[in-house]
């Protein structure tokens, strides 16, 4: 069941969503104390941007090793920080692996953060890469998946990333500031930053 959320979001809705993660005990925010030292925390003061997202109840952390010689660990725990020994593609995100199940990716955008158009709605989104356990059964990771989705579904209305809002082809949620805004015709971005 791993996949991809997709969102519209507006400031006013970066405070709804930073409020569900930022309550929820079952999620922590890993951040960057470093380059290739991070730490995982149960709060967080600014959620957009690229935040990796661990369900601490889904299981530990892995430490990658180096290589052939350095086999993998788990990291003892992450509330305490560590040094990644293996990095990924991407320096600002801790590299857990392709699909390690505890963990999601959150990439939340809105028009004018950092630089970005001002006249554009990025689309933003939570991407899941879990895969099931060992034994075949899914992890409790797939639960918290379900639920996220469930709480997006009552809190935003789902639409088209082009065109007319509604229709067969909506595949995208739109949070509900984000919704006015792009109803008074702020334009959509079509796909996610990269």
């Given at each position: ?11 006013e ?25 991070w ?30 010689g350095e086999?993998?660990?788990?990291i ?8 990644e ?38 689309l ?8 099931p ?17 469930g ?8 639409i088209t990333?082009?065109g007319p809002l ?22 959509r ?6």
């Amino acid at each position: 069941m791993p996949g991809w959320l997709g969102f519209y979001a507006h400031e006013e809705d970066v405070h709804l969503l930073h409020q569900r993660l930022d309550e929820d005990p079952e999620i922590a925010f890993i951040l960057q104390e470093g380059p290739g030292r991070w730490r995982a925390a149960e709060h967080i003061n600014e959620l957009q941007g690229k935040t990796m997202l661990w369900h601490v109840p889904g299981g530990p952390l892995p430490l990658l090793g180096c290589g052939a010689g350095e086999p993998d660990t788990l990291i003892e725990n992450p509330f305490a920080g560590w040094r990644e020994r293996r990095a990924g593609l991407d320096p600002s995100m801790p590299y857990f692996g392709p699909s390690w199940p505890s963990t999601l990716l959150l990439q939340l955008y809105t028009p004018g953060w950092r630089g970005l158009e001002t006249d554009l709605m990025p689309l933003s989104g939570l991407s899941f890469f879990g895969h099931p356990s060992e034994s075949g059964a899914p992890s409790t990771a797939h639960g918290w998946w379900r639920r996220i989705r469930g709480w997006m579904r009552r809190h935003a209305v789902f639409i088209t990333r082009s065109g007319p809002l509604e229709g067969p082809h909506a595949d995208v949620w739109a949070m509900p500031a984000a919704l006015r805004a792009i109803q008074a015709g702020l334009e959509r971005n079509d796909f996610p930053l990269t």
